[in-house]
Nanobody, 123 residues
Framework: QVELVESGGGLVQAGDSLRLSCAASGRTFTDYVMGWFRQAPGKEREFVAA????????RYIEPVKGRFTIFADNAKNTVYLQMNSLRVEDTAVYYC????????????????WGQGTRVTVSS
């Protein structure tokens, strides 16, 4: 079992930065890839970014490339999503997720989810 707890959401203005955190725990969480998904109002949940615990492999969707950075702190068992140059269209509930690479990155249907943290970007 893997437990994920997100934090760091909030209300910001367009152009601002925000950092989301996801603390992971459980017996085998290091076996999994970590990722962030988001669900905007009225839209389906979408994959945003993923990282291996080694930090050697990352993936991003095109709209966030160059603005968002996913990174991991193994000592703290925490994965972060640094979001810069935020846009109104980044407004969503952001979810941390964990699973093996095919499930999380390819199929985008991970088994483990956090509770979500809301990010609101105003114009």
């Amino acid at each position: 079992q893997v437990e994920l707890v997100e934090s760091g959401g909030g209300l910001v203005q367009a152009g601002d930065s925000l950092r989301l955190s996801c603390a992971a725990s459980g017996r085998t969480f290091t076996d999994y890839v970590m990722g962030w998904f988001r669900q905007a109002p009225g839209k389906e949940r979408e994959f945003v970014a993923a990282i291996t615990w080694s930090g050697l492999v990352t993936r991003y969707i095109e709209p966030v490339k160059g603005r968002f950075t996913i990174f991991a702190d193994n000592a703290k068992n925490t994965v972060y999503l640094q979001m810069n140059s935020l846009r109104v269209e980044d407004t969503a509930v952001y979810y941390c997720a964990a699973d093996r690479w095919p499930a999380l990155v390819v199929q985008r249907e991970p088994n483990y989810w956090g509770q979500g943290t809301r990010v609101t970007v105003s114009s």
